[in-house]
């Protein structure tokens, strides 16, 4: 029972130290800056792009800053163990 409470713990402060971490994906001036809990920050936009080239790079950015966030969880739950 002790060591699911430890286990509880280690959760919540990996869950709190997430919030304050924040990961970035820039491409050709567009950049997306991500936190911890995969919450999208902010996003800054290149106006010499076109739009749907805007579209495509913003979606592309968005799923890079996720997996790094992703790696970040993994690499901190395996240092928790």
């Known amino acids: 029972m002790f ?3 430890k ?3 280690q959760l919540k402060a990996l869950q709190d130290s997430l919030k304050s971490e ?3 994906s820039e491409n ?7 936190n911890g809990n ?3 920050e902010s996003v800054k936009l290149n106006n010499d792009l076109s739009l ?6 913003v979606k592309d ?4 800053a996720f997996k790094q966030v992703q790696m970040l969880v993994a690499q901190k739950m ?3 163990q």
Do not use: F
């Open 28 to 34: 050709r001036g567009v950049k997306v800056v991500v």
């Open 7 to 9: 286990q509880i713990k």
């Open 3 to 5: 060591d699911k409470l």
């Open 52 to 57: 749907s080239e805007q579209e495509k790079i």
């Open 38 to 40: 995969m919450q999208v």
């Open 22 to 24: 924040m990961v970035e």
């Open 61 to 64: 950015c968005i799923n890079d």
């Open 78 to 80: 395996t240092k928790m």
